[in-house]
């Protein structure tokens, strides 16, 4: 599969510090809108509603949601009739601050060829900001390419984590389908670009010369400027190596979020394609059964054994063999928005109940029917390999599909 690069944006790829951008920015959007309700602080909004984005663990709620359901009430105003205003500002005012951010010359000559080579290049910025005004920015940083390239560009319209919130990187990788090749993160600022990264076990490269000797980071992850930049991607495409979770419980929360998240987004983005029941070949699971597999592993395997965890000082866990579960409980006869609700419903129960296990919990051995005495992080470590396997599984189902009708199917 293709190696993937996520990268950065303000200032990394495009000369823009986000402490001398944002003020203003505040400010004249707060202008724009007080025309409309002149005796609310629109600013003080905005704020509270990123703020909320920011610190988002809901993988059922999209980040505009998030920010939707406290900004309009705090400011009096139903979305529908400030919606106008808004698409004007991004549309007339928002290029105005073009002019206080500058093309990196490195960054333009290294995007350049990564696009010409076999590649998926993600623009990973924080996305707290609707697309239109990301891909604005995008384009003031005149890489030279079209937005189409890029793999994924997160905004907030379509992602349910931010920085620096390790799941928000696991959900880039579950869009990209888990890649089974090289993946690395590059940008500017150690606590935003680098720590959540490292924390799921991706390989980092700092743009940057400061030092920080408080963190072990992947044995791939390097840093300095744009020369060692390019030697580092040519080494990781090298290595050939692939993900491997750097196990621990703020990890295994990421994984396990960004999985009901990634569920989430099919069920907005396909709910009105009558496509769930095919099967790419008649030996493989279509898309309701893969789904249907996931929601009965949590709801009658994960969670009763979370159960036991948490009730027993020397808990035992059978062998559960879940595989023919597909065509004895016919899955492919589901139905599948019910299945997804299920799978979010009881995915949400989950990490509610791991995020709160005492460390205590953690200390338990695990006496497992197959592993042998197994501890509490392994086990997990298990659930998000299985989620991965899954998740990559229901990506080149959608692939075959969408080739299978000439690109209709995704586009």
Avoid at 11 to 28: A, I, K, Q, R, V
Wanted: aromatic share 12%; charged share 20%; glycine share 4%.
């Amino acid at each position: 599969m293709k190696a993937t690069l996520l990268f950065d944006l303000d200032d990394t790829l495009l000369e823009n510090s986000m402490d001398l951008f944002l003020p203003p920015y505040l400010g004249s959007l707060s202008e724009h809108l007080k025309s409309y309700k002149p005796q609310v602080d629109v600013k003080k909004a905005v704020l509270e509603g990123t703020n909320l984005m920011i610190h988002n663990t809901d993988p059922s709620c999209t980040l505009e949601e998030i920010f939707d359901s406290h900004f309009y009430p705090s400011i009096g105003i139903k979305k529908d009739e400030l919606l106008p205003a808004i698409d004007f500002f991004y549309q007339s005012v928002y290029p105005k601050f073009a002019k206080n951010t500058k093309p990196v010359f490195e960054a333009q000559t290294l995007i350049g060829k990564l696009a010409e080579k076999s590649v998926n290049l993600v623009i990973a910025t924080n996305p707290l900001f609707p697309m239109q005004a990301t891909l604005q920015r995008l384009g003031w940083a005149d890489l030279g390419v079209t937005p189409q390239r890029f793999s994924l560009i997160t905004s907030f319209e379509k992602f349910h984590f931010a920085k620096p919130n390790p799941a928000y990187y696991a959900e880039i990788l579950a869009y990209l389908g888990w890649p089974e090749a090289p993946i690395g993160m590059i940008g500017n600022d150690w606590e935003m670009d680098i720590v959540p990264p490292e924390t799921i076990g991706i390989p980092t490269f700092f743009l940057g010369s400061a030092k920080y000797h408080n963190f072990v980071r992947h044995s791939e992850s390097r840093q300095g400027g744009w020369e060692e930049l390019n030697h580092w991607i040519n080494e990781l495409f090298s290595a050939k190596s692939t993900f491997e979770l750097k196990v621990s419980k703020a990890s295994i929360i990421a994984i396990l979020s960004s999985t009901a998240a990634y569920i989430d987004s099919l069920r907005r983005q396909y709910g009105s394609i009558n496509f769930w029941k095919k099967r790419p070949e008649p030996t493989e699971w279509s898309l309701v059964e893969i789904i249907s597999h996931i929601t009965d592993v949590d709801a009658e395997v994960n969670l009763p054994r979370l159960k036991l965890l948490r009730e027993q000082t020397n808990p035992f866990f059978a062998a559960i063999e879940t595989d023919q579960w597909a065509d004895e409980r016919h899955y492919i006869e589901n139905n599948v928005y019910s299945q997804m609700e299920m799978f979010i419903a009881n995915r949400k129960l989950l990490i509610d109940q791991f995020s709160s296990l005492s460390k205590h919990d953690f200390e338990k051995t695990i006496q497992h029917a197959i592993f042998g005495p197994t501890s509490v992080l392994e086990i997990f470590k298990f659930i998000s390999q299985h989620d991965r396997i899954h998740i990559n599984q229901i990506f080149k189902v959608l692939t075959a599909l969408n080739q299978s009708n000439n690109g209709g199917l995704l586009s």
